[in-house]
């Protein structure tokens, strides 16, 4: 127990210096309230909280504490494609124009793989943005429908920060979506949060949400701006980056990042922020929650005894598109696979075939095969832009977990 961020919750034996580094977090760094788990098999070998939902540090972070992943939220969407792809709904080598023929970006051959890999030249839109048209899902295909490609599609990848969940969205709605509503009597298509809620999280009782239901409204932590970071003590300098030269303003970064510009309290902590479906950016989970579907993929598609989904879909899913290449909106390297970011700089562990995402501010979640390792970090302080020589909160987490391997 922390005096100040006071911290719950079980380690294995064996696992304490994971504990003692989440714990340094919060001592020596700026979490304020933060979730951890990590799954090997179906062995739950830590599950911690700790710290405060609010910026006051009044409100004790709980078991059951929901936090927004931002685009750790892509990881959980690339599941549900690649669900749509095992069932014949969707095929990675297809043209995306076979299932959304008016998108202007795919008239040249543009493949669903492509488009999952961040190449599709829709990293933004030029048409400007308000936050509230990201909770209108026919406004923004709309929009994206029309947009021409910023690039030519398939020669670049440059990250979709909020596009990708509309792109992937709208073709599993197409395709998936109509049909399993059709044969459901429904009046309207499924949308990918509802499938990812049925398909995954409730047969797995993992609690990640796309499209927050109302009644798990009160148990969302509210999220910090970098800009509201608490002050730190002198002790705590060790884990303090020094000043970086600030990240070069493209285009492209503008389109994808700031076209709306996206207030961490004043948009992510609203209750309409959290009950749209915005599948690259608003993901309400637990580390648990993120821990167990990833655990599920790293052992096979199946988690204590629940097949999910296949080992061969998988296969598929996870297979690189875009190699060790500098992403031009993020200004670093990402090695892509099909939603999934494949294991970059050791990210994610030692183990080149680990895959998953991360999210603005610091949550991360992954699937690492080889040791059937299943990730869960989340978080409601924000961390800035940081150096690549900086170790991250998530980052010495992971470190500390495989070094108890």
């Known amino acids: 127990m922390n005096g100040e961020f006071p911290i719950s919750g079980v380690v294995k034996p064996g696992f304490e210096k994971v504990a003692q580094f989440f714990e340094a977090n919060f001592t020596t760094d700026i979490d304020v309230g933060a979730g951890l788990c990590i799954y090997q098999s179906d062995e739950l070998l830590v599950d911690l909280w700790g710290g405060y939902t609010d910026r ?3 409100q004790p972070w709980q078991e059951n504490t929901l936090v927004n992943v931002y685009s750790t939220t892509k990881g959980m969407a690339s599941i549900v494609v690649a669900l749509a792809v095992e069932s014949g709904y969707l095929d990675y080598e297809a043209p995306v124009r076979d299932y959304w023929p ?4 795919a008239e040249n051959g543009l493949t669903v793989a492509q488009l999952l890999s961040h190449q599709g030249g829709l990293c933004g ?3 400007p943005l308000r936050v509230a048209d990201l909770y209108n899902w026919d406004y923004m295909t709309g929009v994206l429908e029309k947009q021409s490609p ?6 670049l990848a440059a990250y979709h920060a909020i596009t990708w969940g509309y792109l992937a969205g709208e073709l599993v709605r197409r395709t998936m979506g109509t049909d399993l509503a059709s044969h459901a009597g429904l009046e309207q298509a499924l949308t990918l949060g509802q499938l990812f809620n049925s ?8 609690e990640v949400y796309i499209g927050l239901p109302e009644q798990h409204l009160p148990r969302v932590a509210e999220m910090i701006s970098p800009k509201q970071v608490r002050k730190l003590n002198k002790a705590s300098v060790e884990h303090q980056p020094d000043a970086e030269a600030p990240l070069q303003i493209s285009d492209w970064y503008r389109l994808s990042l700031m076209n709306p510009l996206i207030g961490p309290y004043r948009d992510v902590s609203t209750q309409a922020w959290r009950s749209a479906e915005i599948p690259a950016a608003n993901g309400q989970a637990s580390a648990k929650g993120v821990a167990k579907i990833y655990a ?5 598609g199946k988690f204590e005894g629940k097949r999910i989904i296949g ?5 598929q899913a996870t297979r690189e598109e875009v190699g060790m290449v500098v992403d031009p909106v993020l200004q670093r390297p990402v090695r892509r696979a099909r939603g999934f ?29 080889i040791q059937h390792v299943g990730f869960g970090y989340v978080m409601n302080q924000m961390q800035g832009e940081l150096g690549v020589e900086y170790e991250t909160r998530a980052t010495r987490l992971v470190n500390a977990f495989y070094s108890c391997l």
């Open 341 to 369: 970011v494949l294991n970059t700089e050791n990210a994610y562990g030692p183990n080149d075939s680990a895959y998953g995402h991360s999210g603005a501010g610091g949550s991360l979640g992954f699937a690492d095969p």
């Open 150 to 155: 910023l690039w030519e599609p398939g020669t």
């Open 311 to 315: 080992s061969e879909v998988l296969e």
């Open 199 to 206: 398909s995954f999280a409730k047969p797995l009782e993992a």
């Open 102 to 105: 008016d998108l202007k970006a």
């Open 56 to 58: 006051n540090c009044l």
């Open 125 to 127: 839109v030029e048409t």
């Open 296 to 300: 599920g993929l790293a052992n096979q």
